[in-house]
């Protein structure tokens, strides 16, 4: 079998008794452009520190091309990385920064003249070599830092939040020129943010990071069409939660029992959950239809229609169930219901079987 | 009613200064340049003060020490300085504080008592040749005091804070992350060090450099008390041809020449250093 060309193996990493990162677990394929989506604190940024060798890990490996590379020192890994702040040379030009990794390397004068040509024209600076850092705008700079980063053509670049100071306009635009240059390099990326949107954007693949721990990887209509967890149903688009009791568990499907009673069959569900235990079931507003009939056992709700608010290319609807639970719809311009559904009808909300979802609550 | 406190007026900040300039020009400009003035008029009017000070090869020899004692004090002050200032700006701050306390607490030491002290620990029987004895470096005491290594061990004791501040103000505001880029950039810890962390602490360095040579230039407790009169240096000699020959003339001159030494280094740093951060 051969090895994976970027093997993040069981890493954990413990700062005195708070756990950083447990058994983080990822391969990465040459090219790919993988994306650690997480809230702060969630350890994505940990695992990107012991990529670039500033943080060793407690236990675990990472191999390159199947060789560790954690007895490495980072000067000597050859990892490009775009920081979250600034991180550009104050005191050197925009040329002499991007041609820093190559003159640390001795590279002779005439291939740093144009490598450094390239790879400016890469991020679409050519011309700016002999501009100062603080002379440039902040999405300017972290271009500048791209360049330097690619320069040398690492194996791996990292991305640590690069956006995250630039204002949203300049992000959206940054975001194309990353995805043109990683179709341009073929460079593997590794690329750390706590923005679904940046996320889903770039990504050929995501890991949702939480409290530590890798809680599924795939790609964003993955993540998005079958979370394997309430964290990130959550975390990936909208979704409600409506909480009732496992009435019965086989096969990985589940039958809810909601408060006034209602029962929900047939349902698919993740994770472990015992008959009697409590269980939410996951409904995507955008994924839900409104209706006058009931749909079929298990993909269907009687609901009351307590509020519309019509937002131009769709209507946003907020329902009650029979025991009190909001529910929210989204329905585009154009459907029937539209226009003709108001306060305190009495409708049933229906969606397609492979759309729920049953996660077992702590 | 606070219209004063208002930008227009900010320009005209002049009439807030004037009592602290007319204070400096009461008690120094003016006795300073009646110290000047008589450089050229004692003990009869002309230039022979200064030719006699850079005409002879006794004063040369003392303007030779003055230099020589500075340059070196500066220069290692400077390299202790820079990694106690680098420890200082990465350490917890809580420790930093407690490291500043000690050093700013020595600066508020006794000017003399420190000196006397290295005195008592520089001595053929003191504490660091009986230290170097002990451990086998040297076989007789050396002479540490009353010579030019004297003044020079002294004088770096003093200047160290006069250093180790401005360039924790420098290397503080560097952003780690520039040397965490660097590091992954592939430079090794010294290719780091020489030509981004340098490069950046600069104008800490030059800064506390000036300040440190110029104080050393016309520093007279250390040199009189660890130097001896073999070793004379500038301050000593202003001293000397002032209260025990009486000479104000020459007197004179030679805190002249240290003057426009002094300005002349300030205007070379103002040059290098201040037109460049605009």
Redesign the interface.
């Known amino acids: 079998m051969t090895s994976p060309y970027l093997h993040i193996n069981g890493i954990r990493k413990t700062f005195g008794d708070v756990v950083a990162t447990d058994h983080v677990e990822l391969e990465i394929g040459e090219g790919e452009f993988m994306t650690f989506l997480g809230p702060s604190g969630s350890g994505k940024s940990t695992t990107l520190y012991i990529l670039?060798?500033?943080q060793d890990p407690t236990a675990g490996d990472i191999r390159l091309r199947g060789k560790s590379i954690l007895q490495t020192?980072?000067?000597?890994?050859?990892?490009?990385?775009v920081?979250?702040?600034y991180?550009l040379?104050?005191?050197l030009s925009v040329g002499e920064n991007v041609a820093?990794?190559l003159?640390?390397?001795r590279a002779p004068q005439a291939e740093i003249a144009a490598k450094v040509k390239r790879a400016l024209s890469l991020v679409r600076l050519d011309g700016f070599e002999e501009r100062m850092p603080a002379n440039m705008s902040g999405g300017q700079q972290q271009r500048v830092?791209l360049a330097?980063?690619l320069v040398?053509d690492p194996p791996v670049l990292l991305m640590d939040e690069p956006l995250s100071a630039l204002d949203k306009k300049l992000r959206e635009e940054i975001q194309y020129e990353i995805r043109r240059i990683h179709q341009q390099t073929g460079v593997t990326i590794l690329y750390v943010t706590h923005d679904q949107e940046e996320a889903l954007r770039l990504s050929d693949r995501i890991a949702v990071f939480n409290r530590g721990r890798i809680e599924q990887v795939g790609t964003g209509p993955e993540l998005y069409a079958s979370p394997a967890t309430h964290f990130v149903a959550d975390f990936i688009g909208d979704s409600a939660f409506l909480t009732g009791e496992l009435a019965e568990v086989k096969d990985g499907r589940a039958t809810l029992r909601f408060n006034d009673g209602t029962h929900l069959a047939d349902v698919p569900m993740h994770g472990a959950g015992a008959r009697g235990g409590k269980a939410e079931l996951m409904l995507r507003p955008e994924r839900i239809d409104l209706s006058d009939a009931a749909g079929p056992q298990g993909a269907s709700l009687p609901v009351t229609v307590e509020d519309v608010t019509f937002l131009g290319n769709n209507s946003a609807v907020t329902a009650r169930t029979g025991w009190g639970d909001p529910l929210y719809i989204r329905l585009n311009f154009g459907h029937p219901m539209m226009g003709s559904v108001g306060r305190g009808d009495k409708l049933h909300v229906r969606w397609q079987p492979q759309d729920a979802h049953v996660f077992p609550k702590a | 009613m606070l219209s004063f406190l208002t930008p227009a007026r900010r320009g005209s900040g002049l009439g807030m200064a004037m009592p602290a300039l007319l204070l400096l020009l009461a008690f120094f400009v003016i006795p300073v340049a009646a110290l000047l003035s008589r450089s050229v008029t004692e003990p009869v009017p002309g230039l022979q003060n200064y030719e006699t000070l850079l005409g002879s090869a006794t004063y040369l020899r003392i303007f030779f020490n003055t230099f020589l004692v500075s340059g070196l004090v500066t220069l290692i002050t400077a390299l202790i300085a820079f990694p106690v200032a680098w420890a200082l700006a990465i350490m917890p701050p809580r420790m930093a504080g407690v490291i500043f306390a000690v050093i700013l607490l020595s600066m508020w030491t006794n000017l003399l008592a420190r000196t006397y002290a290295w005195m008592v620990l520089l001595q053929q029987t003191g504490l660091v040749n009986r230290m170097l004895m002990a451990t086998g470096i040297i076989d007789q005491p050396i002479q540490l005091t009353n010579n030019l290594v004297g003044v020079t061990i002294g004088m770096v004791y003093i200047m160290l804070p006069f250093m180790i501040l401005p360039l924790y103000g420098v290397i503080k505001k560097i952003d780690p992350a520039i040397l965490q880029a660097a590091a992954l950039c592939g430079a090794t810890k010294s290719q780091a060090l020489r030509r981004v962390l340098l490069p950046l602490a600069t104008p800490g360095i030059a800064s506390g450099a000036l300040m440190v040579f110029v104080m050393s230039l016309g520093y007279f407790v250390t040199p009189s008390l660890l130097g001896g009169t073999a070793n004379m240096m500038l301050a000593e000699l202003i001293v000397q041809q002032v209260q025990s020959l009486l000479n104000w003339g020459m007197g004179g001159a030679a805190a002249f020449i240290l003057l426009v030494v002094t300005l002349a280094l300030y205007a070379l740093q103002l040059r290098l250093f201040e037109g460049k951060a605009r």
């Open positions: 670039a060798g500033f020192p980072s000067h000597k890994r050859n990892i490009g990385m920081f979250q702040r991180t040379f104050p005191h820093f990794p003159r640390v390397r830092a330097r980063a040398y």
